[in-house]
């Protein structure tokens, strides 16, 4: 199904939904909904959320350097760090911020490998 929206109504849609990673992020974040909400973002040209200047940015590539970052910091992979984690938990700020940066950084690199391997636009601009 296609959709025609104008893009003011989206944008209004757009800072509306912002208020989620205002308010409940990252407690409660689905990875899909974040990497649609700045994809749009970018498209209309509309400020992002603030976990895109967090990061240094919004990408693969962000997240495949935050994971090899994780990994240097603990000298495991990112599965074993976070098995490590699951096991016996965070013992400081440090590792509790890493263990759910490392979960976020998977959950957003499977979206963009479902986006890529589809192949199909997620949305069209018509100017």
């Given at each position: 199904?296609?959709?025609?929206?104008?893009?003011?109504?989206?944008k209004k849609i757009i800072t509306y939904a912002r208020a989620q990673c205002d308010n409940l992020c990252p407690e409660v974040r689905d990875p899909e909904t974040c990497v649609l909400l700045v994809e749009l973002c970018r498209a209309l040209k509309i400020p992002c959320p603030p976990c895109v200047k967090d990061y240094g940015g919004f990408s693969r590539e962000t997240f495949e350097r935050l994971i090899?970052?994780?990994e240097k910091r603990y000298n495991l992979s990112i599965q074993e760090f976070l098995s490590l984690m699951k096991l016996r938990g965070p013992s400081n700020?440090?590792?509790?911020?890493?263990?759910?940066?490392?979960?976020?950084?998977?959950?957003?690199?499977e979206v963009y490998k479902r986006i890529n391997q589809d192949k199909s636009k997620l949305f069209e601009i018509e100017k």
């Open positions: 199904m296609k959709l025609r929206i104008d893009s003011e109504v989206m090899e970052d994780i700020l440090q590792e509790q911020v890493d263990e759910i940066d490392g979960k976020f950084a998977l959950e957003v690199l």
